[in-house]
């Protein structure tokens, strides 16, 4: 059974660093790309982060460019997102996010989800 488990969110102060992990069992996922994304209350399911199947190629929303960075440690079987410089709109559901054929920010193209991990940066 594919699966994947976000851990490491919490409740942080603003200007605080966190690390996001996503560890994926069932099978490898070296050979895909895999996403963060999040989720504030009342609002939709926004694109953070991903990175292509080898750890070489990635891509960050504008909101997060220079704070975060998404790793990928195929031998793990595990995603990253290293947080610094958390602000209050980082608060949200952060959930990872895996294709076998994507590179994308369309959340409708990644075929497998977590079940999120929640992060609240207080000011």
């Known amino acids: 059974q594919v699966q994947l488990v976000e851990s490491g969110g919490g409740l942080v102060q603003a200007g605080d660093s966190l690390t996001l992990a996503c560890a994926a069992s069932?099978?490898?996922?070296?050979?895909?790309?895999m996403g963060w994304f999040r989720q504030a209350p009342g609002k939709a399911r926004e694109f953070v982060a991903d990175?292509?199947?080898?750890?070489?190629?990635?891509d960050y929303a504008d909101s997060v460019l220079g704070r975060f960075t998404v790793s990928k440690d195929n031998d793990k079987n595990t995603l990253y997102l290293q947080m610094n410089a958390v602000k209050p709109e980082d608060t949200a559901v952060y959930y990872c996010?895996?294709?076998?054929?994507?590179?994308?920010?369309?959340?409708?193209?990644?075929?497998?989800w977590g079940q999120g991990t929640r992060v609240t940066v207080s000011s």
């Open positions: 996010a895996a294709d076998p054929t994507r590179f994308s920010r369309e959340p409708r193209n990644y075929l497998y």
């Open positions: 069932g099978r490898s996922f070296s050979g895909d790309a």
């Open positions: 990175i292509k199947w080898d750890g070489l190629t990635t």
